[in-house]
Every structure is written in structure tokens, then in C-alpha cells.
């Protein structure tokens, strides 16, 4: 477990930082997350499944695109042909993802704040866990950025981009139009009916196995209802304080339609479990985006208060899910590739003068 609360503890380091000082901040930040997720071994209860993917992969890139979708079936190839094996295809990943994050929460005024909000589900469970949807996620939180600026196109290509990697991204598509009042009408509107021709053809594919998977086989995911509670707290404080988050933040339009989804996700649990559940991950930004900016929607003396019980919220998360979640002992002992090429580092006898 120790892994896991370094990151978490990386993450609340002060916020005040000179420039040079900050840059190296994020550097770091930007190694250790990579190192940590990229270079895991044997971390995550789909680990086994994802090893056999690259192993049927390898050699192939014909297999390879058809076993998984695109994106990851191309990396799985490259890890074989490069001769990098299944942890390259990890550090490939693990490069997306970590540098989506680290663009989302950098736009954010408290980022470190943003970080340790993202780092005890977002990063330790979605990232180590689910490799394909991390790295659509990573790209959905750069596409939510330039989506904030009011770049609509980029927005979709991001997302479809994303969808490479799982498809089930593609569901975000109609946030651009919400941009609408920002750009220009017709060629938003044109680039999202080419955004969505294009999704739907990379869903249609496999649209059968998806709804018979998710939805027909009544799949239920265990503590589903507790990760969609935890979008639905966020989604609450943003519509409770919209008035003050729009006084302060121009971005409330999109965001409020994400709180709303996430809400309607409580009813739809009853329906269809895994298919909610997996679509939650998608609304996990806003989590990031609610709790790192609520402390500047009140008066200096409060601020100092909200960041600390917020931080306190998040390190409670973690330590629940490593000591109670059901699925725990797939992430604890953490094991990486690289540890005994550090340890021989550190144990090996020193050279005589």
C-alpha cells in the first residue's frame, strides 16, 4: 500500500511553488505516475485478461486490431515487433493517460488540490484497472479542456481519438454541441455530424456485443452504486452553488449537463449495472473539476478549511478501498517491473577503488 499513499501524498504537497521549482514539481509528478502505472506488474483484476489480449496479439497486427479495439490492438503489435513486450504497451498507456490528467488538473486554479482529488480512484483503480477505458478517459479530459476554451472540433477529435482505445467514449460526442454559443454555428454543427457518423461506425461494430454484455446479461458490478454516489456528491454541490460557480467560471454550461448525467445515473443502476457503471468513469472529471475549484467559491477564511476536509474526504476514499473493497487484493502488494532493476541498483557490492 505504500505506492499507492506515496502518490497520494506527492499530490498535497503546498501549492506555492516558484516557477523552476513548480516545473520540477510536475516533471516528477509526471515520472513517478508513469513509472507507477506503466511499469505495474501483476496490479489489477484484469491484468491476466489483458496479458492474454497482447499475447494473441503479438506478431500480428491483422489479429491484433480485431482482438481489441484499434488503438490498443496497434500498441499491443508495436509492443511485440519493438520487442518491448506487454509492459510497453502498459508505459504506452500509462503515457496517455498521465498526460491527460496532468493537462486537465493543470488548467485548474488549486491543481495541486486537483490531483490528490484524481489520484485514490481515478488513477490507483481506473488507471491500474482498466487499461483501454484509462487512456480513452485521458483523452476525454484533454477533449473536456479544449472544450472549456470553446475548441469544439478538437474537442471531437479527441474523443474520437479516444474511442480508438474504447469505443464506449464516443457517448461524450454531443457535449460539443453544447459549445455552440461559443463557436460558429455551422461548422460546429457539420463537424459534429462527421464526429458522430464517424463514432457510430466504430460502435456499430461491435454494438451487439456491447448491449448483450452490459445490458442483456444483466451484468452486475460490485459497488457500482458507491463510485456512481461518488459522481452524484460533486454533481449536488455544483448545481447547489451553480449561481456562485457562474459569477466566478464561464464553463458552467457544460459541466451542469455532466452533473445532471451523473444523477440520472442513480435510477439507471436498476436497468443495467455494468453498463452504468463503466459509463460513470467517464463523469469522474467532474469530481476533479467541482472539489478542487468549491474552496474559491467562498471567502478566504473558509478556503483553507474546505481544501483540508476535501483532501481529508479523498485520503478517507483511499483507504477504504485498499483495506475493505472486494477486489483489493488485486492492487495490494503492489509489484512493479522495475523494482528489482532498482533494488540490484542499490544492493549491489561497491567497486573497490
Given at each position: 500500500?505504500?505506492?499507492?499513499?506515496?502518490?497520494?501524498?506527492?499530490?498535497?504537497?503546498?501549492?506555492?511553488?516558484?516557477?523552476?521549482?513548480?516545473r520540477l514539481f510536475w516533471f516528477v509528478v509526471f515520472v513517478v505516475m508513469v513509472v507507477v502505472i506503466g511499469f505495474r506488474f501483476e496490479v489489477g483484476c484484469d491484468w491476466g485478461g489483458y496479458f492474454r489480449m497482447y499475447m494473441?496479439?503479438?506478431?500480428?497486427?491483422?489479429?491484433?486490431?480485431?482482438?481489441?479495439?484499434?488503438?490498443?490492438?496497434?500498441?499491443?503489435?508495436?509492443?511485440?515487433?519493438?520487442?518491448?513486450?506487454?509492459?510497453?504497451?502498459?508505459?504506452?498507456?500509462?503515457?496517455?493517460?498521465?498526460?491527460?490528467?496532468?493537462?486537465?488538473?493543470?488548467?485548474?486554479?488549486?491543481?495541486?488540490?486537483?490531483?490528490?482529488?484524481?489520484?485514490?480512484?481515478?488513477?490507483?483503480?481506473?488507471?491500474?484497472?482498466?487499461?483501454?477505458?484509462?487512456?480513452?478517459?485521458?483523452?476525454?479530459?484533454?477533449?473536456?479542456?479544449?472544450?472549456?476554451?470553446?475548441?469544439?472540433?478538437?474537442?471531437?477529435?479527441?474523443?474520437?481519438?479516444?474511442?480508438?482505445?474504447?469505443?464506449?467514449?464516443?457517448?461524450?460526442?454531443?457535449?460539443?454541441?453544447?459549445?455552440?454559443?461559443?463557436?460558429?454555428?455551422?461548422?460546429?454543427?457539420?463537424?459534429?455530424?462527421?464526429?458522430?457518423w464517424w463514432g457510430s461506425f466504430l460502435v456499430l461494430e461491435s454494438y451487439e456485443r456491447l448491449w448483450v454484455n452490459y445490458v442483456d446479461a444483466q451484468m452486475q458490478s460490485q459497488g457500482a452504486t458507491i463510485r456512481v454516489a461518488?459522481?452524484?456528491?460533486?454533481?449536488?454541490?455544483?448545481?447547489?452553488?451553480?449561481?456562485?460557480?457562474?459569477?466566478?467560471?464561464?464553463?458552467?454550461?457544460?459541466?451542469?449537463?455532466?452533473?445532471?448525467?451523473?444523477?440520472?445515473?442513480?435510477?439507471?443502476?436498476?436497468?443495467?449495472?455494468?453498463?452504468?457503471?463503466?459509463?460513470?468513469?467517464?463523469?469522474?472529471?467532474?469530481?476533479?473539476?467541482?472539489?478542487?475549484?468549491?474552496?474559491?467559491?467562498?471567502?478566504?477564511?473558509?478556503?483553507?478549511?474546505?481544501?483540508?476536509?476535501?483532501?481529508?474526504?479523498?485520503?478517507?476514499?483511499?483507504?477504504?478501498?485498499?483495506?475493505?473493497?472486494?477486489?483489493?487484493?488485486?492492487?495490494?502488494?503492489?509489484?512493479?517491473?522495475?523494482?528489482?532493476?532498482?533494488?540490484?541498483?542499490?544492493?549491489?557490492?561497491?567497486?573497490?577503488?
Amino acid at each position: 500500500m505504500t505506492t499507492y499513499w506515496a502518490l497520494f501524498l506527492l499530490s498535497i504537497l503546498p501549492e506555492q511553488r516558484s516557477e523552476a521549482l513548480n516545473r520540477l514539481f510536475w516533471f516528477v509528478v509526471f515520472v513517478v505516475m508513469v513509472v507507477v502505472i506503466g511499469f505495474r506488474f501483476e496490479v489489477g483484476c484484469d491484468w491476466g485478461g489483458y496479458f492474454r489480449m497482447y499475447m494473441q496479439s503479438e506478431g500480428n497486427l491483422a489479429r491484433a486490431l480485431l482482438i481489441a479495439d484499434p488503438g490498443y490492438g496497434l500498441i499491443n503489435w508495436l509492443g511485440g515487433y519493438l520487442g518491448g513486450g506487454y509492459h510497453f504497451v502498459n508505459a504506452v498507456c500509462a503515457l496517455f493517460f498521465v498526460s491527460g490528467l496532468l493537462v486537465f488538473v493543470r488548467h485548474q486554479p488549486l491543481p495541486s488540490l486537483a490531483l490528490a482529488i484524481a489520484i485514490p480512484y481515478m488513477t490507483v483503480v481506473v488507471a491500474m484497472g482498466y487499461t483501454r477505458q484509462a487512456v480513452a478517459l485521458g483523452f476525454l479530459m484533454v477533449a473536456l479542456t479544449r472544450l472549456g476554451y470553446g475548441r469544439n472540433i478538437s474537442f471531437y477529435v479527441l474523443v474520437l481519438i479516444g474511442a480508438l482505445f474504447h469505443k464506449t467514449v464516443v457517448v461524450l460526442l454531443p457535449l460539443g454541441v453544447l459549445g455552440l454559443a461559443r463557436g460558429r454555428g455551422i461548422t460546429n454543427w457539420l463537424a459534429f455530424g462527421l464526429a458522430l457518423w464517424w463514432g457510430s461506425f466504430l460502435v456499430l461494430e461491435s454494438y451487439e456485443r456491447l448491449w448483450v454484455n452490459y445490458v442483456d446479461a444483466q451484468m452486475q458490478s460490485q459497488g457500482a452504486t458507491i463510485r456512481v454516489a461518488m459522481n452524484v456528491f460533486p454533481a449536488v454541490a455544483f448545481l447547489i452553488f451553480k449561481k456562485r460557480w457562474d459569477e466566478k467560471y464561464d464553463d458552467g454550461y457544460l459541466w451542469q449537463w455532466i452533473a445532471w448525467a451523473s444523477i440520472l445515473c442513480v435510477p439507471l443502476l436498476q436497468i443495467a449495472t455494468t453498463a452504468v457503471d463503466r459509463m460513470a468513469l467517464y463523469f469522474l472529471p467532474l469530481q476533479v473539476i467541482v472539489f478542487s475549484r468549491l474552496p474559491l467559491l467562498f471567502d478566504e477564511k473558509q478556503q483553507a478549511l474546505i481544501g483540508r476536509l476535501i483532501i481529508l474526504g479523498y485520503a478517507s476514499v483511499l483507504f477504504v478501498w485498499l483495506n475493505y473493497a472486494v477486489h483489493a487484493k488485486c492492487w495490494v502488494p503492489y509489484g512493479n517491473a522495475l523494482g528489482p532493476v532498482i533494488n540490484k541498483l542499490f544492493t549491489s557490492p561497491a567497486i573497490s577503488p
